[in-house]
């Protein structure tokens, strides 16, 4: 007996969404729940994975259930296929995974030139008869034949000039025959085969269609962006049709329980009337808001309004709804979970405990953590003064700043080189996901809030402004004008996906603020966590913003950054230079003595803005050839010196800084003379930091203020490195507490960077009270890699190809990386049991590292400031899964 890969509705439930699929299993829930489902069956994930693996060919038995299955809709319907009356199916896709528009469905199979006139006749309206059949071959065309979509688009262009009419559904039958004729005609040209008459023929290949649409390569994107499994496959829904083109009292829309931009518990969404599902999220034509609908149908807005409410209260979740009307009956085609922006997600979340739908656990898991980043970006400065060239639906908030780009390709190719764009088009379609994906944001003249384009970007927490009818966008011309204007490729523009507003030039932005509601979710967060949470930040601003958003001290503090590095403290250069430069440790010293005030006054700002909390200081970690300008420009700088007979003092000067930048050129630098090595042999650079640090807690102790200072040594590989280097500290801090009468608490560790580091643990213990993992170095050291050459040159190569699932320098690599870590944690509380555990690399604010963190029994993480609350909720999110520790 064959293996079961065909389901009728009825026989299947909202448990079985690997195996039915997202859209199969809400399917069959509505069924069995006894809402108004159109009959039909799906075919499993299980079936299309088997398809694609074995050379597509169908697995043994399908074919024979599909007709079985076929045979029992007939008699549910009293339809039949090929027959009169005919039945006419949907084929769709249905991942276990929702991936709107990725792959692709087929309205109205089973017409051909018989059953169209059976279908004319049965309705009585052979326009309606003769639109359904032009559909069902543009679409079938496109997606099983690979006839480019605008090929059919171009032919009823024409057609409906003609007939002198604008709107799809005007244009009269005896046109729509002719369209379909010459429609046939394009098939005989572009596939070299008449179009498929046999029904059964049609469903074969369209159900083919469908299973290889998995592998299309926007849904390959898609999933990449996602972080979605390759191997989960999209089961297939064979429907019953219903028509929503069958006059004014007929119509179809896609419904929100709620706002999916803002959260507000509103009925959402637009609808079309006399139109297919296809025509409102294809965003051909710009639909109703769906309140309109209550004036233009009430007894159909009245059962959509119970049904979706019934459907949020039966799955406990904000609802996305796709409806159909048929001369005034309503059907339910699909509910699926909504996707919405962060803002949405966390309001709905907070909104559903206060209703008693959810637990506040429950709220902090449906709330991605990844998706918050978004939100925390900056938005568009209320007191700007805009230049507003149009207004469109605000469809994903948040603000971009880019150059206008009016093709996906151009876009992407755009982004690579490092240029910010906004893409730009009529409307976007799923092929168009690699230029959404690269831009900053997306313009769109045509459709609604459940278009392609508002779904997609709101789904990756880009901005969207769409429907924006008002801008007129050649593409051939790559410009668009509104009201005598004209906007050109390269220009640059702004969005508001806030309020819809399209604005010339690059608008002022501003940073963000936590809405009361992520607030709540955060305190919420902060009661479940039991991984502390700190920032990395090298400034007083930095930490005063980090303290805003939570954190709970900070884990590093670059002081690198304090020395000019990174575009900080630009006047500090020639000082650092001095220090660099000097030949001789007093020469050193000197140009220290000038720094050393500079660093007391950092660290006094950035204590006082932590006060009361750890904040963790690394010493000087970059090679000094860093602080110095480039070999080949100096180089060329002489050179036009010597030639030209130029200044000999300055000549000379440059000459000195030539050598000694020779002198402390390096083959491989991150290996090279930095971290330890640098206080080891030059231990005054190391002493005048650590002075800084005490002079400056010392004082703030005198102001009655309480600091917590932890010295953090960098790049150790050898216990004995700590150890020198521990004594350099204690011994000046011992200087510092003898002069000024006054002591303060601090404690010394070191930043994990090394794999020599990791499995000498133990050892290393013994000196240091804490460990943080710089988890950056560590994934350079345990691969190999170097960070600029790998990503510059082949990790995206590994990536595309699946040799490494995720970027290791993102997302934590947790069986190398994590290992060396793990065996860093078990050996150092082997030592120290007491012993401060953190991260401090840009992991520490990635949520599945976040994850790893909490199970390897890290004491903190430690991330940049905009981070802390996504590493707030994604420690909660861990110690709900995993169990606290």
């Known amino acids: 007996?064959?293996?079961?890969?065909?389901?009728?509705?009825?026989?299947?439930?909202?448990?079985?969404?690997?195996?039915?699929?997202?859209?199969?299993?809400?399917?069959?829930?509505?069924?069995?729940?006894?809402?108004?489902?159109?009959?039909?069956?799906?075919i499993t994930t299980e079936a299309c994975n088997e398809y694609l693996a074995s050379g597509k060919q169908f697995p043994a038995g399908l074919w024979e259930q599909v007709e079985e299955k076929l045979a029992e809709l007939e008699r549910q319907v009293g339809k039949r296929f090929g027959g009169r009356p005919p039945l006419l199916v949907s084929v769709r896709s249905g991942a276990p995974v929702s991936m709107p528009g990725m792959m692709d469905?087929?309205?109205n199979l089973g017409l051909n030139d018989t059953t169209v006139e059976y279908h004319a006749e049965a309705t009585g309206d052979p326009r309606f008869a003769w639109d359904c059949y032009r559909r069902f071959i543009q679409m079938f065309g496109n997606v099983v034949l690979g006839i480019a979509h605008h090929r059919f688009e171009e032919i009823f262009f024409e057609h409906k000039r003609r007939a002198g009419v604008e709107a799809d559904y005007q244009v009269p039958a005896e046109a729509l025959r002719r369209v379909v004729e010459d429609y046939k005609a394009l098939v005989r040209q572009e596939a070299g085969r008449e179009f498929p008459q046999e029904p059964r023929e049609q469903l074969r290949l369209a159900i083919q269609a469908v299973f290889e649409s998995w592998n299309n390569p926007r849904a390959i994107v898609y999933r990449q962006v996602n972080k979605i499994p390759d191997d989960l496959g999209t089961a297939v829904n064979v429907q019953s049709m219903v028509f929503g083109n069958m006059g004014m009292d007929s119509g179809t829309g896609v419904v929100f329980t709620r706002n999916p931009s803002t959260g507000a518990k509103e009925f959402y969404g637009e609808y079309l009337l006399n139109a297919q599902g296809e025509d409102v999220v294809a965003g051909i034509r710009t639909p109703q808001p769906v309140a309109v609908l209550e004036r233009e149908l009430p007894a159909a807005y009245d059962q959509l309004y119970r049904v979706c409410h019934l459907l949020e209260q039966h799955f406990k979740e904000m609802q996305d709804i796709e409806f159909t009307i048929e001369r005034g009956k309503l059907y339910?085609?699909?509910?699926?979970?909504?996707?919405?922006?962060?803002?949405?997600?966390?309001?709905?979340?907070?909104?559903?405990?206060?209703?008693?739908?959810i637990t506040r656990e429950e709220a902090l898991l449906r709330v991605e953590p990844a998706q918050v980043e978004k939100i925390l970006y900056r938005s568009v400065d209320p007191n700007a003064q805009l230049d507003v060239l149009a207004t469109g639906l605000p469809a994903s908030p948040g603000a971009a700043v880019g150059e206008a780009v009016f093709d996906p390709d151009r876009a992407e190719?755009?982004?690579?080189?490092?240029?910010?764009v906004i893409l730009v088009r009529p409307e976007t379609t799923p092929d168009d996901i690699h230029g959404i994906v690269a831009a900053q944001g997306v313009l769109t003249s045509r459709g609604g809030m459940t278009s392609h384009a508002a779904i997609v970007a709101r789904g990756m927490g880009k901005p969207a402004v769409v429907g924006c009818e008002a801008i007129r966008i050649d593409l051939a011309g790559r410009s668009f004008s509104v009201n005598g204007r004209t906007v050109r490729e390269g220009d640059v523009i702004s969005l508001d996906g806030g309020t819809g507003n399209v604005m010339w030039g690059a608008v002022p932005l501003v940073d963000p603020e936590l809405s009361p509601e992520f607030r709540e979710l955060l305190a919420w967060a902060d009661e479940v966590r039991t991984l502390g949470v700190r920032a990395n930040a090298d400034t007083p601003v930095d930490a005063q913003k980090a303290r805003e958003f939570g954190a709970e001290g900070i884990g590093l503090c670059r002081t690198e950054h304090m020395f000019g590095q990174g575009g900080y403290h630009p006047e500090r250069m020639p000082v650092v230079q001095e220090m660099v430069l000097a030949e001789t440790a007093e020469e050193r010293r000197a140009a220290l003595d000038k720094l050393l005030p500079m660093q007391r006054e950092d660290f006094y700002g950035i204590f006082k803005a932590m006060e009361g909390l750890p904040v963790t200081i690394r010493l000087l970690d970059p090679p000094l050839h860093e602080f110095l300008p480039h070999q080949e420009q100096l180089a060329v700088e002489v050179a036009v010196l010597r030639a030209t007979g130029g200044d000999p003092a300055q000549l000379e000067q440059k000459e000195r800084l030539l050598r000694k930048v020779r002198a402390l050129a390096e083959m491989n630098p991150m290996l090279g003379f930095r971290g330890c090595r640098l206080g080891m042999i030059f231990p005054e650079i190391y002493e005048m930091q650590a002075r800084a640090i005490f002079e400056a807690a010392v004082q703030l102790v005198r102001e009655g203020l309480r600091v917590e200072p932890e010295v953090m040594i960098p790049l150790v590989s050898h216990v004995e490195e700590l150890r020198r280097m521990r004594q350099l500290v204690e011994k000046t801090a011992e200087a510092v507490f003898a002069e000024t009468g006054v002591r303060v608490r601090y404690t010394v560790g070191t930043m994990i960077e090394v794999p020599r580091a990791c499995v000498t643990a133990d050892e290393i213990a013994a000196e240091a009270e804490f460990f943080s993992f710089g988890t950056n170095d560590l994934t350079q050291t345990a691969f190999g890699f170097s960070r600029d050459d790998a990503e510059g040159k082949f990790l995206a190569a590994y990536l595309q190809q699946k040799v490494l699932r995720e970027n290791p320098f993102v997302a934590l690599d947790q069986p190398g990386v994590g290992r060396l870590m793990e065996i860093a944690v078990e050996l150092g509380r082997k030592t120290r049991p007491d012993i401060k555990l953190g991260i401090c690399g840009?992991?520490?604010?990635?949520?599945?590292?976040?994850?790893?963190?909490?199970?390897?029994?890290?004491?903190?993480?430690?991330?940049?400031?905009?981070?802390?609350?996504?590493?707030?909720?994604?420690?909660?999110?861990?110690?709900?899964?995993?169990?606290?520790?």
């Open 332 to 357: 339910m085609l699909q509910c699926r979970t909504g996707k919405r922006t962060a803002q949405a997600a966390i309001k709905i979340a907070v909104d559903m405990v206060h209703e008693g739908l």
């Open 105 to 107: 469905t087929i309205l």
């Open 413 to 420: 190719q755009l982004a690579r080189e490092g240029r910010r």
């Open 1 to 42: 007996m064959s293996k079961k890969y065909v389901y009728l509705f009825q026989e299947g439930d909202a448990s079985q969404r690997q195996l039915l699929g997202g859209k199969g299993a809400n399917l069959a829930e509505m069924t069995r729940i006894g809402l108004p489902v159109p009959p039909g069956f799906t």
């Open 842 to 885: 840009e992991h520490g604010g990635e949520p599945s590292s976040v994850d790893f963190c909490h199970r390897a029994g890290l004491t903190y993480v430690s991330a940049s400031p905009l981070r802390v609350p996504i590493a707030r909720l994604a420690a909660a999110q861990a110690a709900i899964r995993h169990g606290r520790r």
